[in-house]
């Protein structure tokens, strides 16, 4: 999804202003699935409010700027619903730890392995964050459906890095023994 329909999708949730929107992005339910920074949001929401999907608002602050709150209007409401019912592209996985294990014939095996070890370490973390959001019944269909499906993918990455994280590190350390008996 791109980042209007992203923020069409926060602002179907309830009003918001920028940085609520991006904080969905940051640690919220969003956090998992999609992407969303100030560079990207905030052009967003100035297209989406020039093609009148959107409203805005100026609310005042105490000793700040006044802040402006966007709310889903109903156009953008039927332009939200509309992209939901595309086919979806293809999932995209991005991982500077999978980078890094790519050239694991290159690192060394201590290195190695305290990478994999902070990386099962980080998904333990999300696990537990995530089991802390799951309520069920007390959760809205689609969240409580999207955060077991993430606790499937994290817990099957930690248990593959767990399954296979001896044998990565076996294999190195001889290929880096015999790169240096040569």
């Known amino acids: 999804m791109d980042v209007k329909t992203t ?28 992407e969303g920074g100030f560079g ?6 100035n297209r989406l409010t020039e093609e009148g999907l959107i409203d805005g608002t100026e ?8 802040k402006k709150v966007y709310r889903l209007n109903p156009k953008g409401f039927e332009a939200l619903m509309h992209a939901l019912g595309e086919a979806p592209g293809e999932d995209r996985y ?3 730890l999978c980078f890094i294990l790519f ?9 190695l392995e305290a990478l994999i070890d902070a990386r099962i370490a980080f998904y333990d973390e999300k696990l537990a964050h995530m089991a802390e959001r ?4 007390d959760e809205a269909i689609g969240p409580d459906f999207v955060c077991g499906f993430g606790q499937s993918v ?18 190195v350390a001889a290929a880096q023994n015999a790169n240096a008996a040569e």
């Not at 949730?13 to 969905?24: C, N, P, Q, T, V």
């Not at 609310?59 to 006044?66: E, L, S």
């Not at 050239?103 to 290195?111: G, L, N, S, V």
């Not at 799951?134 to 019944?137: A, E, I, K, V, Y």
């Open 59 to 66: 609310q005042a602050q105490d000793k700040r700027p006044d």
């Open 154 to 171: 994290y817990g099957a990455a930690r248990q593959y890095l767990i399954d296979n994280k001896a044998a990565l590190l076996e294999r």
């Open 94 to 96: 991005k991982s500077d």
């Open 103 to 111: 050239f694991a014939d290159h690192i060394a095996p201590k290195r």
């Open 40 to 45: 990207s949001i905030y052009p967003a929401l």
């Open 7 to 34: 923020c069409l999708g926060v602002l179907a949730m309830g009003d918001a202003s920028g940085y609520e929107i991006r904080k969905h992005f940051e640690d919220g339910p969003f956090s998992h699935f999609a």
């Open 134 to 137: 799951s309520h069920g019944q």
